[in-house]
């Protein structure tokens, strides 16, 4: 039900003039080209994940600043709409050149909200700077189609145009670049965007609003709402100014968003959770390069990536000597935020559940536990826990079969390949899977079995790039709604197709051209 979908409501507050005053960044919305405090003046805290440290204070924004949010995106669309859209890619292309300038900027606020390292953080930006190039290629690609389709001078042609008002809901996993999968080719393509951003990790885009005001973007073509109540989140969605909206999220919540969608008929895409399969064919997989794909795969951002890896399927006779390698790397990364270590997961709450999900497969399932991160300290503060390989004798396990959403490999021993593809196949979820081998006959067996939508062949996480689009398999727990997002999926999804067919009568008599007429 959708109560058990809700966020956890931390403790709200009114904000003293003290606080006001205090050094502490005060996160609010933007509106109308500038920002504004929540109508309720109600703020909650924004934790530094490896600290346990207050660093900020968000906005908890209620039904009047949704009126006012969605009213102020209304009013901009008309002119947004007008401009031609190498104007607005124009638009897009100073924020580019200034989201570069400011990459070191945005991934320390990335650092410091969500926790991820410094490396990592930086992907971040420029992943998410990827969407907007391809954004800033989109004059080239929007072009509609022209066709005679009969005789007598009829002829059809499509022009695209934006929907309107469009909304995007992003989680905490990555600050920038989720965002950044929906807002430039929204607004490209001429459409005005409200975006929620996660209640956990606001500070990032609330910086780049200003970017995006710098490269030239209207007031009211660009809205940040914040807010972590669900009940304005869903008044949000049922607006009936807002055209289309866009999740990505937990899987609950996703199909929650993209029922209520479908019932007021709007254009929805809504990206869930996963639990990404690995394939080991360990006889013909170059070992080491594999097990540091794979420990990259589960451990990089913690886990916290929807495309990282969660279960590995070993086949073969090497399989022991791949998971010695595999253990090995894993043990050997450091907690911290620097290059080339591992940051925190982003709650308690998160903290818990990884530990229940570890606790229960030792304890209850007898999994072995070939490497334990909870041993990780916990003492300064923060939500720290290492990278964690399990064992396991069952693939029932629930740590085998549900979103873990941490730094934990869950690895299994399969007797043939078929065993391996009904794991993989019975697994609710259709985001991402990958197999490794030098074989490509044995890869194309795999790829043509595997039922994700995001596949790789000795990549772990086979993120597609641009003009290719995201997303994970529809009729899973990982993909509700209507297309893909970014790249082709996105620029369909951020726009109509108005079909026009002409009939232009047939000249009768060519009008004789006069010695004025050939002056001019
Ligand atoms: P979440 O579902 O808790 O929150 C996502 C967003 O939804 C937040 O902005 C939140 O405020 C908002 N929200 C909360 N309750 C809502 C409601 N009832 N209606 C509408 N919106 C509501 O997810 P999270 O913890 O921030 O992110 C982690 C999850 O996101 C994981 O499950 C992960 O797999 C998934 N994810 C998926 C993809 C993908 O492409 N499939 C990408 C990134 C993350």
Redesign the pocket.
């Known amino acids: 039900t959708?109560d058990n979908?809700?966020?956890p409501n931390p403790k709200k507050m009114k904000l003293t003039e003290e606080e006001q005053d205090a050094e502490i960044p005060i996160i609010d919305n933007y509106i109308n080209g500038v920002f504004v405090q929540p109508h309720s003046n109600e703020y909650i805290p924004v934790v530094n994940p490896a600290t346990g440290a207050t660093i900020a204070q968000v906005a908890v924004s209620n039904q009047q600043d949704v009126e006012t949010a969605v009213a102020a995106a209304q009013a901009a669309f008309p002119a947004w709409k007008a401009l031609t859209i190498k104007a607005r890619a124009a638009i897009m292309m100073q924020f580019h050149s200034l989201v570069r300038q400011h990459a070191q900027e945005l991934a320390a606020l990335i650092v410091q909200e969500n926790g991820k390292n410094i490396t990592e953080a930086l992907a971040d930006v420029a992943k998410g700077n990827e969407t907007v190039e391809y954004a800033c290629s989109l004059p080239q690609l929007a072009a509609g189609r022209v066709l005679p389709v009969s005789s007598g001078n009829v002829v059809c042609h499509d022009r695209r145009t934006p929907l309107g008002v469009v909304v995007s809901?992003?989680?905490?996993?990555?600050p920038f670049m989720?965002p950044c999968w929906t807002l430039p080719i929204a607004l490209v393509m001429g459409n005005t965007f409200i975006l929620?951003?996660?209640?956990?990790v606001p500070m990032t885009m609330h910086r780049v609003a200003q970017l995006l005001q710098q490269a030239g973007v209207p007031p009211g073509v660009v809205t940040l709402l914040q807010?972590?109540q669900?009940a304005v989140?869903?008044s949000l969605?049922q607006h009936p100014a807002v055209q289309a909206v866009t999740?990505?999220?937990?899987?609950p919540?996703?199909a929650?968003?993209a029922t209520e969608c479908r019932a007021l008929h709007k254009r929805c895409t809504a990206?869930?959770?996963?639990k990404n399969h690995l394939v080991a064919l360990t006889d013909t997989c170059h070992i080491e390069s594999t097990a540091s794909d794979i420990v990259v795969s589960f451990a990089g951002c913690a886990g916290?990536?929807?495309m990282a890896a969660s279960v590995l399927l070993l086949i073969g006779d090497k399989s022991q000597a791949l998971l010695d390698s595999i253990v090995k790397k894993a043990a050997a990364i450091q907690p911290g935020t620097g290059p080339g270590q591992m940051g925190p997961v982003?709650d308690e709450r998160s903290y818990q559940k990884i530990c229940k999900y570890i606790q229960e497969a030792t304890e209850q399932c007898g999994a072995t536990l070939l490497l334990d991160g909870r041993t990780w300290n916990q003492e300064g503060g923060g939500h720290w826990i290492g990278p964690t390989i399990v064992l396991h004798q069952s693939s029932e396990d629930a740590m085998m079969k549900e979103?873990v959403?941490g730094p934990c490999l869950s690895v299994y021993k399969c007797a043939s390949w078929e065993e391996a593809m009904r794991i993989e196949n019975a697994n609710p979820f259709g985001?991402a899977a990958c197999v490794y081998t030098t074989n490509g006959g044995h890869a194309e067996w795999f790829l043509e079995r595997f039922r994700a939508s995001m596949l790789g062949c000795n990549i772990g996480i086979p993120v597609p790039r641009e003009p290719f689009s995201?997303?994970?398999l529809y009729g899973t727990l990982?993909?509700y709604g209507d297309m893909d997002?970014t790249g082709d999926g996105g620029m369909e999804f951020f726009s109509n197709r108005i079909k026009v067919t002409t009939r232009w009568p047939a000249v009768e008599d060519v009008p004789t051209t006069t010695t004025h007429d050939m002056a001019h």
Request: net charge positive.
């Open positions: 959708k979908t809700m966020t809901i992003v989680p905490f996993n990555f989720v929620k951003p996660s209640e956990k807010t972590n669900p989140i869903q969605i999740f990505v999220g937990s899987s919540i996703a929650s968003v990206l869930g959770g996963a916290q990536r929807c982003i979103e959403f985001n995201f997303g994970g990982s993909k997002i």
